[in-house]
Nanobody
Framework: QQQLVESGGGLVQAGGSLRLSCAAS????????MGWFRQAPGKEREFVTA????????YYDDSVKGRFTISRDNAKNTVYLQMNSLKPEDTAVYYC?????????????????WGQGTQVTVSS
């Protein structure tokens, strides 16, 4: 079982950067595909990015490709999301998720564990 705790959200101006972290408590962190999702008010939760168990493969939604970078440190049981060139439309609650799956999935229901979320607000 994984308990996930996100941190690093906040308020930033458009064009700025933030780095989110997600710390996992379980000892089998390296066995999970890790993903980041986000949910804006009145919208469904949407896929942002995911990383393979080893960290060797990453996947991005087109809306963040070239601006966001996902990484993981299996020794520290932590996954990161570096967000650059932020836009107001990136404003949302960001969630990390762990999936006992073979490869990345973009559907929230494919992931088994979720963090509580961290708010990211980008002002124009």
């Amino acid at each position: 079982q994984q308990q996930l705790v996100e941190s690093g959200g906040g308020l930033v101006q458009a064009g700025g950067s933030l780095r989110l972290s997600c710390a996992a408590s379980g000892r089998t962190f390296r066995m999970y595909v890790m993903g980041w999702f986000r949910q804006a008010p009145g919208k469904e939760r949407e896929f942002v990015t995911a990383i393979s168990k080893s960290g060797g493969s990453t996947y991005y939604d087109d809306s963040v490709k070239g601006r966001f970078t996902i990484s993981r440190d299996n020794a520290k049981n932590t996954v990161y999301l570096q967000m650059n060139s932020l836009k107001p439309e990136d404003t949302a609650v960001y969630y990390c998720a762990a999936g006992a799956i073979i490869m990345y999935r973009t559907t929230p229901s494919q992931y088994d564990y979720w963090g509580q979320g961290t708010q990211v607000t980008v002002s124009s």
